[in-house]
Nanobody
Framework: QVQLVESGGGLVQAGDSLRLSCAASGRTVSNYVMGWFRQAPGKEREFVAAISWSGRYTTYANSVKGRFTISRDNAKNTVYLQMDSLKSEDTAVYYC??????????????????WGQGTQVTVSS
């Protein structure tokens, strides 16, 4: 079993930056793909970014490409999401997730097995 805890969310202004962290415990996740999803009020959960077990390969949603960067530190069992040039439409609860079966190109939430509780990101315009 894997437990995931996100942190780093908050209230910022448009154009600001935030760095989210997701710490895993219970077992090592260094062999698995990790990803970030988000869910805005009244909307379905959507894919944001994913990273291969090595950290070498990444995938991004078109809406965040060029502004967000996913990275991981396997020694710390942690994945990060650096969010720059934030926009009001980035406002959502952000969730990290682990996929034991998918690849770094997995954008469908059903491919992810473990989920954190989420951290709120609010961007004011």
């Amino acid at each position: 079993q894997v437990q995931l805890v996100e942190s780093g969310g908050g209230l910022v202004q448009a154009g600001d930056s935030l760095r989210l962290s997701c710490a895993a415990s219970g077992r090592t996740v260094s062999n698995y793909v990790m990803g970030w999803f988000r869910q805005a009020p009244g909307k379905e959960r959507e894919f944001v970014a994913a990273i291969s077990w090595s950290g070498r390969y990444t995938t991004y949603a078109n809406s965040v490409k060029g502004r967000f960067t996913i990275s991981r530190d396997n020694a710390k069992n942690t994945v990060y999401l650096q969010m720059d040039s934030l926009k009001s439409e980035d406002t959502a609860v952000y969730y990290c997730a682990v996929s034991t079966r998918g690849s770094y190109t997995s954008t469908d939430a059903v491919r992810y097995d473990y989920w954190g509780q989420g951290t709120q990101v609010t961007v004011s315009s």
